[in-house]
């Protein structure tokens, strides 16, 4: 848990009133839910979470991967990456995807002024990463047909679970004000018009020490696409 100051005319995050006082030093709800947890909750009933699902569609293409927006990318659709996870809101991006029978594509481009690659932690590097579960089953875990593929601002690849089908392949290029990234995706089996998979964008910024300072999301509002599927948005493979 991290507090940003005590009141929140105080603090350096003030514009979201992020604290447990308010300027006159009255306590907020979030101030008893603190002291006394088990006291809080039995007066409060807890909402049911809304799980957000936002859609993306892919058209039908096949680019070369060498970080240039070619034609093939022409009809997409832009999808925002904009979503803020952390309470730092850094670098944002749109995304677009195409698919084949035997791959997703997606090329995003990253609004980042500050390029850092220094930790030896690839998620704290500047970096995109796209997760997809192939047979969309939102699971609260991994299984063969889920993926994370991150590739970061200078070319470096690293994944977390994915399947073994080779044929991963990535570009980048810097441009002014950021970065893009160009990416192919193998399928474990053949894609076709009308299928829904699983699918989400996230976007890592570095600071000037190399210290992740920023995620920002297509739909995923936690910090565990990497563990879990179950809320990851979807994606629609449309010609």
């Known amino acids: 848990m991290t507090f940003w100051g005590y ?3 105080k603090s350096w995050r003030a514009e979201s009133f992020p604290c447990l006082f308010n300027a006159d030093y ?4 979030a101030a008893y839910a603190v002291l006394d947890p088990d006291k809080f909750l039995s007066y409060y009933q807890m909402e049911e979470e809304v799980t957000v699902n936002n859609k993306a569609q892919a058209k039908y293409g096949t680019p070369v991967i060498d ?10 659709p832009e999808v925002s990456v904009s979503n803020q996870v952390m309470a730092w809101e850094g670098a944002t991006g749109k995304a677009r995807v ?3 029978e035997a791959f997703v594509y997606a090329l995003i481009e990253v609004k980042d002024s500050v390029l850092n690659r220094q930790s030896s932690n690839a998620y ?6 796209i997760f997809l579960d192939q047979n969309n089953e939102k699971n609260g ?3 063969e047909n889920d993926g994370q593929y991150r590739v ?10 994915v399947p073994t089908t080779p044929g991963f392949a990535s570009a980048t290029k810097e441009i002014d004000g950021g970065y893009l990234i160009e990416l192919a995706i193998p399928l474990l089996t053949t894609a076709k018009e009308g299928m829904i998979m699983g699918f989400d964008v996230q976007i890592n910024d570095s600071n000037n020490g190399g210290m992740r300072q920023s995620i920002a999301k297509f739909n995923d509002m936690t910090d565990n696409s990497w563990t879990s599927t179950d809320k990851w948005g979807s994606l629609e493979l449309a010609k």
Do not use: H, I, M, R
Request: hydrophobic share 35%; charged share 30%; glycine share 6%.
């Open 7 to 9: 009141l929140d005319n």
């Open 98 to 100: 195409l698919w084949d």
């Open 26 to 29: 009255t306590p907020k709800l």
């Open 67 to 76: 970080a240039e927006v070619d034609a093939a990318w022409e009809s997409c």
């Open 141 to 143: 875990f991994y299984d």
């Open 152 to 161: 970061n601002y200078f070319g470096a690849e690293s994944f977390g679970t």
């Open 124 to 129: 704290e590097q500047d970096s995109v990463e």
